[in-house]
């Protein structure tokens, strides 16, 4: 089992920055490969970034690239998402999901668990 926790959301006006952690527990973090998703209200979870096990590939949605940057320090078991030029539209509840089975990062039945997730909203 993987325990996962973010932290870091908050309210922040349009143009700003906010930075999410996700913290792992129980089996070995560097297995896994971590992924963000976001869920705005009525819409399905979307991936938004996504970090090999050691960091060496990301991977972004079209609508995050430039803005959003994914990383990680397997020594804090710790996931990160850096968010700059928030717009409203990035208004979401924001999940990290931990996966060990190679492969896409874009679909959420291939991660295996799941954070309970941090509210991120964009005031216009």
């Known amino acids: 089992q993987v325990q996962l926790v973010e932290s870091g959301g908050g309210l922040v006006q349009a143009g700003g920055s906010l930075r999410l952690s996700c913290a792992a527990s129980g089996r070995t973090f560097s297995n896994y490969a971590m992924g963000w998703f976001r869920q705005a209200p009525g819409k399905e979870r979307e991936f938004a970034a996504g970090?090999?096990?050691?960091?060496?590939?990301?991977y972004y949605a079209d609508s995050v690239k430039g803005r959003f940057t994914i990383s990680r320090d397997n020594a804090k078991n710790t996931v990160y998402l850096q968010m700059n030029s928030l717009t409203p539209e990035d208004t979401a509840v924001y999940y990290c999901?931990?996966?060990?089975?190679?492969?896409?990062?874009?679909?959420?039945?291939?991660?295996?668990?799941w954070g309970q997730g941090t509210q991120v909203t964009v005031a216009s």
């Open positions: 999901a931990a996966k060990w089975r190679p492969g896409s990062y874009f679909y959420t039945h291939l991660y295996d668990y």
């Open positions: 970090i090999s096990s050691y960091g060496s590939n990301t």
